[in-house]
């Protein structure tokens, strides 16, 4: 108990110490030790290092999990899983989701309807983004986020440590260094000599005793500079370390970012692929909208048109279909569409193109002409325009 008690006053006695010290040089009453420039801007480079990483890492999160209340409960989750020593189960993602939603969608509809049939296919599409979308998100939390926050609650709480024991440090330093100071402004006064004509013999006595007291002091106040000088520059070294590493710690962060663009770029490169597969098979689906909007089409087309027109209704020859005198209209291309064989035409998206429709042509298909091109573009690929 004693033990306790006395430890419990050194301890205030210290924070006290600190205190006066760290108000002294706010106002301007006392001196600084000041570190030198090269330590200054290791501490700058931290700190810059912390913040910027901080920043980077919140938003990284939000990019991948965009919601805040998935964002909470996620973390939520992965928290009492680490606690628990287990790995945390897979999460759906909304893509996948979404895609199971428009599967049973299509089974209530009806599978073999144009809308039931189109909602199987965009169903089937939807899942296979949520799950590259998942294969994305483990890998940047493993390869990319994982690192920085391993930084921010590791390194960065360590280097914290050491720098606020450096800064307690400091101030005992200077305060070692004020007390000695005032030690010696003492012992100096102590060790004036007296008048010997307005002062008694009984003084001198007392004046040399003084003397002797402050010389104590003075060489305590020595000592205890001298420790804590080399507490400081130890701990100083300590911190210098730590600080130095943030260079590793660069190019750790360096690496981790290729690793997250590489899984970026592998993640778009998929979602690419699978629309334009999704596009291809929607243009081979019956599209009722699409049907409607050329029925007019199709009738003028066929009235315009003689029986003895070139074109055979069993056989397509392109270079002999020549566009009817009315019944042409604009559209305006909606997906890439690469041609399958000669006889069709190959378009861009948002291109525009001259379409009409021949007798005896599939109603899927119109004839498109795009200069002194032309070929049979599916109708699906296509807005037309009045």
């Known amino acids: 108990m004693d033990f306790n008690v006395k430890k419990l006053a050194s301890g205030a006695g210290l924070f006290f110490t600190r205190a006066v010290q760290f108000t002294e040089e706010k106002l301007g009453q006392a001196e600084k030790t000041e570190l030198d420039a090269h330590f200054e ?10 913040n910027w990483t901080e920043k980077i890492y919140r938003q990284t999160e939000v990019l991948l999990q965009p919601n805040p209340i998935d964002h909470t409960g996620a973390r939520i989750e992965e928290f009492l899983y680490e606690k628990l020593d287990r790995k945390a189960p897979s999460r759906i993602t909304n893509g996948e989701l979404l895609g199971q939603y428009m599967q049973d969608a299509a089974r209530e509809f009806g599978p073999g309807t144009p809308y039931g049939s189109t909602l199987t296919t965009v169903g089937e599409c939807e899942r296979r983004l949520g799950a590259a979308e998942r294969d994305f998100l483990q890998t940047s939390t493993i390869s990319f986020l994982s690192p920085l926050r391993n930084f921010l609650e590791g390194d960065w ?3 914290s440590k050491e720098r606020r024991l450096l800064e307690n440090l400091r101030l ?17 006064k102590a060790a004036m000599a007296p008048d010997f004509q307005e002062t008694r013999p009984r003084n001198y006595v007392l004046s040399a005793s003084a003397s002797a007291l402050w010389s104590e002091e003075v060489e305590k106040a020595e000592h205890e500079l001298r420790v804590a000088q080399t507490e400081f520059d130890r701990q100083a070294e300590v911190t210098r370390l730590l600080l130095e590493g943030i260079s590793s710690t660069h190019v750790n962060h360096l690496r981790c970012l290729h690793e997250f663009v590489e899984a970026q770029a592998a993640f ?16 081979r689906l019956p599209n009722a909208f699409a049907l409607n909007s050329t029925q007019s089409m199709v009738a003028a087309g066929t009235a315009a048109e003689d029986i003895s027109s070139p074109v055979e209704k069993d ?8 566009a009817p005198a009315t019944g042409t209209r604009k559209a305006k291309v909606l997906y890439d569409y690469d041609a399958a064989d000669s006889s069709e035409l190959s378009l861009l998206a948002d291109e525009l193109i001259t379409v009409y429709t021949v007798p005896g042509m599939d109603s899927d298909w119109l004839i498109g002409e795009r200069g002194n091109q032309k070929g049979k573009v599916p109708v699906t690929y296509l807005e037309l325009l009045s």
Not at 181 to 186: F, G, S, T
């Open 41 to 50: 801007n290791l501490m700058s480079r931290a700190d810059c290092t912390k």
């Open 157 to 159: 709480k360590t280097i």
């Open 172 to 188: 005992d330093l200077d305060a070692c260094k004020a007390r000695l100071k005032k030690a010696k402004l003492a012992e100096a």
């Open 268 to 283: 778009y490169k998929q979602c690419h692929f699978h629309m334009q597969e999704l596009q291809k098979e929607l243009g």
């Open 315 to 322: 056989t397509l020859k392109i270079e002999e279909v020549q």
